[in-house]
């Protein structure tokens, strides 16, 4: 009876040690993407949002490099769907959760909350 020995699978500690290191790169990989840093606020849309802002949203995305996900309405979407954005019929007084991840976060941000012209009540 013939037994594989799977010690032996590999000639030598060089192609064992090449496929260690790729699996730990990809495990690092998957760890940095859980830390990367994200910017998140709550607020209520200080107008009714239309088109061209959903559409500035997207751009602002683009732009800044950043991921963008707006919820509201009980509904959720990212920067570059613009249709949406536009079926959570946001109007003035409607809660907003605005996150930015990746990318430049402070300047997407800010531009977003202009956009969205938050106000605190």
């Known amino acids: ?6 010690a032996n699978a590999f000639d030598n500690d060089k192609e064992i040690d090449m496929m260690n290191e790729s699996v ?11 830390m990367m840093l994200s910017l998140s606020c709550i607020g209520f849309a200080g107008e009714i949002i239309g088109f061209r802002q959903c559409a500035a949203i997207g751009k602002i995305a683009e732009e800044t490099g950043s991921s963008i996900h707006i919820a509201a309405s009980g509904q959720s979407a990212k920067a570059d769907s613009i249709l949406g954005l536009l079926k959570m019929h946001i109007s003035v007084g409607t809660f907003v959760v605005l996150t930015v991840k990746h990318g430049d976060l402070q300047e997407a941000f800010r531009r977003c909350r202009e956009i969205l012209k938050f106000k605190d009540k």
């Open 1 to 6: 009876m013939y037994m594989y020995n799977t």
């Open 24 to 34: 730990l790169k990809k495990v690092d990989m998957n760890r940095r993407k859980d």
